[in-house]
């Protein structure tokens, strides 16, 4: 089992720059892939990005690609979520997700697909 803690998010204006903390506790991080997911009022939850444990990455919405960044950090038992050139739209409550897996290189993009979550960290960013 883990439990994951968010960190990072604030209030900050078009264009400026986040970045999103995910730290794990318990054991074996590595053996976690993990996601990133957003949810703006009154809309669905929505991957954002995901990871592999050996690093490998994507990016689920063409809206980010570009300007966010996901990697991990397994000694640090941290999953990090760059966010530059911030806009308005990317306003919303910032989850991270770990779902344990034997594949070294599957990434994973349906809410369903795992197992924990974060308590969400609120990122808002206003024009």
């Known amino acids: 089992q883990v439990q994951l803690v968010e960190s990072g998010g604030g209030l900050v204006r078009v264009g400026d720059s986040l970045r999103l903390s995910c730290a794990a506790s318990?054991?074996?991080?590595?053996?976690?892939?993990m996601g990133w997911f957003r949810q703006a009022p009154g809309k669905e939850r929505e991957c954002v990005s995901a990871?592999?444990?050996?690093?490998?990455?994507?990016y689920c919405t063409q809206a980010v690609k570009g300007r966010f960044t996901i990697s991990r950090d397994n000694a640090k038992n941290t999953v990090y979520l760059q966010m530059n050139s911030l806009k308005p739209e990317d306003t919303a409550v910032y989850y991270c997700?770990?779902?344990?897996?034997?594949?070294?290189?599957?990434?994973?993009?349906?809410?369903?697909?795992?197992?924990?979550w974060g308590q969400g960290t609120q990122v808002t960013v206003s024009s």
């Open positions: 997700a770990a779902r344990a897996t034997p594949s070294t290189t599957n990434k994973f993009l349906k809410r369903y697909d795992y197992d924990y």
């Open positions: 318990g054991r074996a991080f590595d053996m976690y892939a």
């Open positions: 990871i592999s444990r050996n690093g490998d990455s994507h």
